[in-house]
């Protein structure tokens, strides 16, 4: 048994030593190539092809941290580093993508958010009239369902700081990457960062507990059949969080005025109308969320749903995204939204 116990020690050295790839390691590297000035011409390709892979496994397959220098904007000199997570299972997907500095790499400017996706569902969050809310009358817990980078719940958490953010990863993997390459130095006292099942973190949660649930989850079993044996129209998030059990769940743990909130990206195809109108509405409408809104990400395919069961209607998302973007560094437009109402 001792022998096996320091095979596992060894194991678990050799791991961390393969994890051990630094930031400052790609960029000594990259700066031992090149002069100064060809440095500010080096494409994003070239980066991207020589991008450095940490670890070879994971729930959702292989998985890659990738650097590339960011082109900076004009009224800015500062050269940034653009620092994301790829997935084999997804590699189209940019995950968890973060700015750094070059100088300070673990300063991570989160306040700076680079997916739309992210904003969407920190806005979805925000108060609708701009006021601090009544602590009295609602939960103070958010859950955020699969962490990546875990960029989305840190910058939650600092934007947000009456609330406490509990992100759920399932791969332990994963949240050591995130947590030696996306969380920075200091992590804020509201966030947390849990190891397990996200299904179980929501069932075992209490009754009334959550003041919203947001879930941002992918997987490599995401070619599963639905619960009716009929091919699935959504790729993200995975079958089984698309099921009225999970949802009902979801409606118990949650607030009377709280929000649910999902990035959903549906099978290429697959018209956005019909699935949202025969699957994802009426599957929400009848889990007890009436007021359904859908905030376009990616044209026709890509979708942040916003589910609630005493939020006002589309007035609030453009209260709510404007009070977003007042305290946030955001450039990005998502005032256009699509609102679903059950029967």
Known sequence: EEKEKEKEEEKE????EALSISYSTWIEWIESQFTESELDSITDDFLEEHSYTLLDRSVCGSVKVLEKIHTPSSDSDEVLIRRSMEFANSPDFEQSAVLATRDAPRRLLLDRLLSPVHEALLAALSPSDARPRNRSATASLVFVLGGGGCVLSSAGSRLHKDLR??????????AQLAREHFLGDKVPTNFELRVCDGIEMVRNASDRSLHALLVDVASKQTSERTENGDPPMVLIPPPLFLTDRFLGEARRALSPDGVFAMNVCLESGISSRAAFRQHLAPLCHRNGFPLVRVVPI?????FVLIASCAH???SSWTQSWQWYREKSQTRSELDHCVEYRGE
């Open 298 to 302: 990616l044209a026709h395919r890509q």
């Open 312 to 314: 006002p209607g589309l």
């Open 13 to 16: 050295e050799e791991t961390q």
């Open 165 to 174: 953010f509990v992100t759920a990863e399932l791969d332990p993997i994963v």
